[in-house]
């Protein structure tokens, strides 16, 4: 897929071994180095995260994930994890290949991930953090509707270095508000 043509059809597939290729190499590049530790990356490493993911509606599952296919291209991954059920509330993760940066493409796969998290009756909440310099990130949270809720200073070590992020919250009456617009668009 060349950068900048548009995507029409973008959907989330299940986390499955056969992904772990892919992530690894998206995980390796420049762009995702900018504001994502990878540096201990094994396969091994990748290939138990996908299968410690559960499916939704899974009793013990406390995590989630998917990888994002557009127009039928691996296109990034998307995740939710450490749920906790008598809170009603779980942390995201999204990563986008580097070809498919600015495209929408991370604020659509967030949204479909956001449609399938809140059928869980008991989910509330969820929340995200970003370095401080990850504007493409935080515009993702903005767009869907998310909530700067404050900065975390000196929060992370990054590449050997304190790092400020900031934390993103998005309450369930506000995603169904934000719902109709998202999936309009």
Known sequence: MAPGVPVS???????????VDFWLAMRAAPGARRFVDTEDDTRELLLRRILEAGALGEPRARS???????????????????????????????MMADAHHGRGLGTRAVGLMLEQLFTLPYLQRVWLTTLVENRGSQGVARKLGFTLEGTLRGHCLFQGQRRDQQIWGLLRPEWEARRAVFVAG
């Open 9 to 19: 059809e973008v959907r989330l597939v299940p986390a499955r071994p056969e992904h």
């Open 64 to 94: 989630f994930r998917w990888f994002v296919d557009a127009d039928g291209e691996l296109a990034g991954t998307v995740s939710a994890r450490d749920l906790s059920r008598a809170h009603g509330r779980i942390e995201l993760g999204y």
